[in-house]
């Protein structure tokens, strides 16, 4: 009898403290790298099933808010926080680089099934609604051959704090002085013109079921949906397609920069083989989690996710993070208390 008394209650030792190393976090923020997060989440679920990360896909402005408010343990976002943005936060965040990314064009013009080209100008008046028509001779004059329509197009923007937004705007601003002044980048911005869809799988939605329309989506999600999306001329004049190939050679060269400071736009990069419309997307990590158990988790992933994470990266049209930024990286998981 006592032996028995006695294995129960080692049984139940064990069982509490099983349930006591257990973690479960919170997170919420951007849809551009939702496809790779929820699959980083699942699989290093898989091999440490002690520890469960729920992922909110609401847009980078409102992981950042979640983040702020305290009902997410860590939040996630396109748009690197500047020092102003820092500043309205009780605690200090830590902000890690997790892959690189491409916003595309995507178009749904009935007829015409040639791959486009466009130019900056031929975006940002479109956006400004400044260039209405499909056979505009901005858009006309990139595209021999094609016989574009006189039809009015449908401008779709995103109707959420996004991350995607802020890239795409980031973009418009360089290459634009009139969308720079007028309208500037953010993850919410004052539209000149066009229709909301939420998240990139709604404005890929609104443009798949809109003939004449054009959006900008994140370029996994046209892939997924069978979207046409243009090539952009980038700072080289090349008209370039968004790839894996074209994402890695616009971050290069950025390593001694972010060495200073991961916050880094390489929005219309330098170099005849950039996709001109790419970025870097962050983990948004609080520098102090109360939670000894739940910190250590955090770093414990970022550590997977820096090494065994990037080579997933890839089948799902996301590029890796240069080597040098993995080193920086890496450093910077120590600062977490």
Not at 98 to 115: D, E, F, Q, R
Not at 199 to 225: A, D, H, M
Not at 297 to 319: I, P, S
Request: charged share 15%.
């Amino acid at each position: 009898m006592k032996s028995f008394k006695a294995s129960a209650i080692l049984l139940a030792l064990i069982l509490f403290v099983g349930t006591a190393k257990s973690q479960t976090m919170n997170a919420a923020g951007a849809t551009f790298p939702y496809p790779i997060y929820s699959k980083w989440f699942d699989n290093y679920h898989k091999l440490h099933p002690d520890v469960s990360i729920n992922y909110q896909s609401i847009g980078s402005g409102g992981g950042i808010q979640q983040l702020k408010a305290g009902t997410v343990d860590f939040g996630a976002s396109d748009m690197p926080l500047n020092d102003e943005l820092l500043s309205t936060f009780s605690f200090k965040i830590i902000q890690f680089p997790t892959v690189l990314g491409a916003v595309v064009p995507t178009y749904n013009i009935p007829g015409v099934s040639a791959v486009l080209k466009f130019t900056p100008k031929a975006l940002a008046g479109i956006y400004l609604g400044t260039i209405t028509k499909w056979n505009d001779p901005e858009i006309a004059g990139s595209n021999p051959g094609v016989n574009l329509p006189a039809n009015d197009i449908i401008v779709v923007h995103r109707s959420d704090g996004s991350g995607t937004t802020f890239v795409w705007t980031d973009y418009l601003s360089k290459v634009s002085s009139e969308w720079k002044s007028r309208v500037g980048s953010n993850t919410s911005v004052n539209w000149p013109v066009g229709l909301g869809g939420k998240g990139n799988p709604g404005v890929s939605g609104v443009v798949e079921q809109t003939p004449n329309s054009i959006g900008y989506v994140e370029l996994i999600y046209v892939i997924q949906n069978h979207l046409n999306y243009g090539l952009v001329q980038n700072a080289a004049g090349k008209f370039v397609k968004a790839s894996l190939e074209s994402v890695t050679a616009a971050a290069s060269g950025v390593s001694a920069k972010m060495a200073q400071d991961v916050r880094i736009s390489i929005t219309d990069a330098p170099g005849a083989d950039s996709y001109p419309i790419c970025s870097f997307t962050y983990l948004l990590i609080p520098q102090k989690i109360s939670d000894a158990g739940k910190s250590q988790a955090v770093k414990n992933f970022l550590r997977w996710m820096l090494t065994d994470g990037q080579g997933m990266v890839e089948a799902l049209d996301y590029a890796r993070l240069p080597k040098a930024v993995v080193g920086i990286e890496m450093r910077h998981i120590a600062e977490i208390q």
